[in-house]
């Protein structure tokens, strides 16, 4: 149903945006501006400043390249197929006094080198979105993508919003989806730490299973098995055990930052004021893989 519902809109934004535009954008989809209200909140949702750097994959006449270099003092680059769009693109930066710090250039968006963008942008198709998901998955971790209309199947977003932008005609019209993930750092493996609890040293092992930014597995504390479910944003972790220790539900949450084998944080043990709050880290001993998604489209 998601799916039919998907490739209706797709095919209403390839025949509106066909008829509506002189230029209709060369290669995988049409050309249809994302509105400009719909540019700037995707901007403050991928949270874009001036350390960033951004990509947008089909970039149209440049309005996301332009607006994140100048209301948001980023550095960015736009490919494109289309010399008519791309040739927009560099006049509407020379009018907006940007051209120090976006670059336009014509390639093919599936062969662009991604690697030092800290933000990525589209308004493509569903199945692009798909066949760029796993070039994605490895950027750095932290960085962010926002996408228009169109999400990224099994990964579902970090967060999403719908607009009601009148002047939209295609896709569905009047409604913008928008949609922003930040990829995550890969936690998936066994980790082992040990926290001092009432002045005894407890040993924990947890053993995650990651899919896309969220993770779950089991988890032992001391001689007590319970369930670890939680989430990455980018480096930073966030998950709760439970479990169940003479006759009671125990949980801990834990917090904190990745990097390499090794998590250093914070964890809070019990409920309500007895609750406390102590230092954590934890070392992975063996390192996992990511759960391969089903809709993970075959390599080409
Ligand atoms: C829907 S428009 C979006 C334009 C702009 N990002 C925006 O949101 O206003 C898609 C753009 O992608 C370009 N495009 C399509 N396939 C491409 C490909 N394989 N490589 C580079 N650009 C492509 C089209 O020329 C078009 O300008």
Same mark, same amino acid.
């Given at each position: 149903m998601k799916a039919m519902k998907q490739s209706l809109l797709a095919l209403c934004m390839a025949v509106v945006a066909a008829t509506a535009h002189a230029q209709t954008g060369v290669g995988d989809v049409v050309y249809v501006p994302t509105p400009q209200l719909v540019v700037d909140e995707m901007l403050l949702m991928g949270k874009v400043n001036k350390n960033d750097y951004l990509i947008d994959l $089909?970039? $149209?006449? $440049?309005r996301f390249v332009i607006t994140a270099a100048k209301k948001h003092g980023a550095k960015a680059l736009g490919v494109d197929l289309d010399t008519f769009l791309l040739k927009m693109a560099n006049e509407n930066a020379r009018k907006e006094g940007v051209t120090d710090r976006v670059t336009f250039r014509e390639q093919n968006l599936f062969e662009t080198d991604i690697s030092a963008a800290t933000v990525v942008s589209t308004y493509l198709l569903p199945e692009m979105n798909l066949r760029l998901r796993s070039k994605i998955m !490895?950027? !750095?971790? $932290?960085t962010r993508v926002v996408a228009h209309d169109y999400s990224m199947g099994d990964w579902y977003p970090d967060e999403q919003k719908t607009l009601i932008v009148p002047e939209k005609k295609v896709g569905n019209p009047g409604i913008s989806y928008i949609f922003h993930w930040v990829v995550p750092a890969l936690a998936a493996g066994v980790w082992q730490s040990t926290l001092n609890i009432d002045g005894k040293d407890v040993p924990y092992e947890f053993t995650m299973e990651q899919f896309f930014q969220n993770i779950d597995g089991p988890a032992r504390a001391g001689g007590v098995t319970g369930e670890m479910r939680g989430k990455m944003n980018g480096e930073n972790i966030r998950f709760t055990i439970t479990g169940k220790a003479a006759q009671k539900i125990v949980r801990h949450e834990f917090e904190g930052r990745l990097a390499g084998e090794t998590i250093t944080g914070l964890a809070r043990i019990g409920e309500g004021a007895g609750a406390k709050q102590v230092a954590w880290n934890a070392k992975r001993i063996k390192r996992g893989d990511l759960v391969r998604a089903q809709d993970e489209p075959e390599a080409k």
């Open positions: $089909g970039s $149209g006449d $440049g !490895k950027l !750095k971790p $932290g």
